[in-house]
Structure formats: C-alpha cells, structure tokens
T-cell receptor, first 114, second 112 residues
Framework: DGGITQSPKYLFRKEGQNVTLSCEQN?????MYWYRQDPGQGLRLIYY???????QKGDIAEGYSVSREKKESFPLTVTSAQKNPTAFYLC?????????????FGPGTRLTVL | AQSVTQPDIHITVSEGASLELRCNYS??????LFWYVQSPGQGLQLLLK??????LVQGIKGFEAEFKRSQSSFNLRKPSVHWSDAAEYFC??????????FGTGTRLLVSP
C-alpha cells in the first residue's frame, strides 16, 4: 500500500540535543512538507521541498533543518537552537507544487523535550 | 496574506443530530479550500476540497461543504452525526501554489 510513514511515533529528547525525525513516502510524489502542530494553533509549515536536492523555509524554520537527498525521504532535524521543540510533527507529500494537489499526511511524531 | 478562521474551538453534538462547522477565509482571489479531519494522535485525512464549479461539494464519510464567496465561508456539514465522527476538524486554504494555510481547528464531541 502506498503512503507516508513517520518514525518514531514518540520521541524523547534531552535539552541541548539534536534529534532527527524520519519521513518516507512511496507515493512517487515530488513535493514533501513538514508541519508542526501545537494545541490551539493548527498546523504551521516548517520546511517544504519541491524536488530532490531543493527545499525552502516555511513560516517557522528557525531551529530546524532538513535534507532531500532522495525523492522518497525528507528527514527533519530539530536542533538545540529550537527553543520550544515539544510538539506534534506531521510530514506530508503531494504530487507536485504546481497549482494545487492534495497533500497526504503521515501519522505524525510526538516529540517531547525532557 | 491569506488566513483561515474557525471560530468554534469546541462543538458538542448529540449522536444523530446535524452538524455545521464554520470556516471563514481571507484571500483576494479565488481560493482553493479544504477540510481535513484528525483523530487523536493521528495524521490528517482529507474530507473534501473545493477548486471551482459547483459550490456544494460532497466528500467522504457523508460530509459536504458549501463555498459562499459573498461570505468568504466554506462551512462543513453533515446531516446525522455518528459517534465515530468525534475528532478535530481543520479548514485550510491555498492560493494555487503549494502552501496550505490552516485554521486552528474545531474539536467535535459527540454525546450519546
């Protein structure tokens, strides 16, 4: 079955540590996205990638980094520079970014900083 | 910049009753509009979308939404709510490029 997988489902981190969240898709989609979800704030875009080896900052990119070395994979690193990293992180993908194409979402990773 | 307002943070509906969730958007041109549903601890699932044409859009799970340009609204409706509909619902808008702007969500509670 095609879809998006995120791992791990739950992640705990000590303050000052970097941590990488995995996102893999087998939908053959060109575009991928990372969102952060906090209670009462909806989803906010962190980074997006339109194609391999290319990515752009979203609305809240500070303290985060990404890479897109393969079409299927778009890992997100939460760095120690992110002041309030505890949140639910959602990865999404779409066929491309021309006009609009539906974004498909993964099941999410809940990150907790201890 | 475009924005989405969902004025109701929580809504409680009796099982079998009708449902309407409100969504207002701000955007100067023709928007592309979406409703997503999220079960606790899960990702988002697309319920329906509006791009153009008929302003009444049918979606999955018996949901529908009506686009009203004059009111800048895209309200979600369901004639008879089931207990399994309890979830959080997000309205979103995009201008045709890839950036989705989400509302803050409405949590639906279904009472027996």
């Amino acid at each position: 079955d095609g879809g998006i997988t995120q791992s791990p489902k739950y992640l705990f981190r000590k303050e000052g540590q970097n941590v990488t969240l995995s996102c893999e898709q087998n939908l053959n989609h060109d575009a991928m996205y990372w969102y952060r979800q906090d209670p009462g704030q909806g989803l906010r875009l962190i980074y997006y990638s339109q194609i391999v080896n290319d990515f752009q900052k979203g609305d809240i990119a500070e303290g985060y980094s990404v890479s897109r070395e393969k079409k299927e994979s778009f890992p997100l690193t939460v760095t120690s520079a992110q002041k309030n990293p505890t949140a639910f992180y959602l990865c999404a993908s779409s066929i491309d970014t021309t006009r609009f194409n539906e974004q498909f979402f993964g099941p999410g990773t809940r990150l907790t900083v201890l | 910049a475009q924005s989405v307002t969902q004025p109701d943070i929580h809504i409680t509906v009796s099982e079998g009753a009708s449902l309407e969730l409100r969504c207002n958007y701000s955007y100067g041109a023709t928007p592309y509009l979406f409703w997503y549903v999220q079960s606790p601890g899960q990702g988002l699932q697309l319920l329906l979308k509006y791009f153009s044409g008929d302003t009444l859009v049918q979606g999955i799970k018996g949901f529908e939404a009506e686009f009203k340009r004059s009111q800048s609204s895209f309200n979600l409706r369901k004639p008879s709510v089931h207990w399994s509909d309890a979830a959080e619902y997000f309205c979103a808008v995009t201008t045709g490029f890839q950036k989705l702007v989400f509302g803050t969500g409405t949590r639906l509670l279904v009472s027996p």
